[in-house]
């Protein structure tokens, strides 16, 4: 008989790895984007795209393009003549509209982000008597839709004489119900205790918490805020055509009705208005795209 020698202090060969092979697996292939689902996108991107696309179309072209078949899909070249007639329609007051609405969306704006922030911290870390019945009735104001109060709040900026006035359009939407809502549901989540506590230990006043603790904690929700507030002041139509009845003192959505009222419309010309008064809200949008993004996308997560 022989004997086998059998070696000490050995460790056998690692086994050979086996290759992950390419698209694999039930949970790689769930994540993985199928014909389909390009095809979907791209549909829904070009049905989103194709209103602001066409009437970019129509503005910069003559008046008969409208009755034209098939109707244009490229643009032409008298955008320049049709914002010439534009600004120079004094009826329409466009160029008023523009400033006025944007004075109006700015100023709401920044007011409701403040009081919104402000009154969001109070009811999320603040402890006082009352403050789960406040927060009820603020949302039970979300729920009265706002031509109820047309009427007395008519009644009442005629008895302040601010009828015909900007102030008319401004002052009752300085507080947002769902402002504070959104800002107390954030707020709850987005600044831990530990920082509130901390900075009332290092002798910080409640107003300079929320200024230099809060605030930049609420940066991403106060994006998202802001710009649903100004879209919705900047297309507000029913309000401002009741308060403002001065033609010579429109909002940019009165100077649009205006363009189309009468037995002839200028379709170039109201289509060049309407192109005009998206492109400030697209500014936005592009400047603040990332904040608000992402400030949509943590309250998801965080929800």
Not at 110 to 136: D, E, I, P
Not at 172 to 186: A, D, I, T, W
Request: with cysteine; charged share 10%; hydrophobic share 50%.
């Amino acid at each position: 008989m022989t004997a086998t020698a059998v070696r000490t202090g050995t460790t056998p060969a690692p086994a050979p790895k086996r290759r992950r092979r390419k698209g694999g697996g039930a949970a790689e292939r769930l994540w993985q984007a199928s014909p389909l689902t390009y095809i979907t996108l791209l549909a829904a991107v070009a049905l989103s795209i194709f209103p602001l696309y066409y009437m970019f179309v129509i503005a910069t072209r003559t008046n008969d393009a409208i009755g034209q078949t098939p109707p244009p899909v490229t643009p032409g070249g008298e955008i320049g003549g049709n914002v010439d007639r534009l600004l120079s329609n004094d009826s329409a007051a466009f160029m008023t509209g523009l400033v006025n609405s944007a004075i109006v969306a700015t100023v709401v704006t920044v007011f409701v982000v403040f009081f919104s922030s402000l009154a969001g911290f109070a009811f999320a870390k603040l402890q006082f008597k009352g403050r789960n019945g406040m927060m009820l009735a603020i949302l039970i104001t979300m729920m009265v839709p706002t031509q109820l109060g047309i009427v007395p709040l008519y009644q009442m900026m005629y008895e302040w004489d601010l009828h015909n006035k900007l102030p008319s359009i401004i002052l009752p939407f300085l507080v947002s119900g769902f402002g504070v809502f959104m800002m107390r549901q954030y707020a709850s989540q987005a600044v831990p205790d530990e920082l509130i506590e901390a900075a009332r230990m290092d002798g910080c006043s409640t107003f300079r918490t929320y200024w230099n603790v809060v605030l930049p904690g609420l940066r991403p929700a106060i994006a998202v805020l802001g710009l649903f507030t100004f879209m919705e002041q900047w297309n507000s139509f029913l309000w401002p055509q009741i308060a403002l009845g001065d033609p010579t003192n429109p909002t940019v959505q009165l100077s649009l009705q205006r363009l189309s009222q009468g037995y002839y419309n200028d379709y170039s010309q109201v289509f060049a208005g309407t192109l005009l008064s998206v492109v400030p809200l697209l500014v936005i949008f592009i400047i603040f795209g990332r904040q608000i993004i992402g400030g949509i996308m943590e309250g998801a997560v965080k929800a």
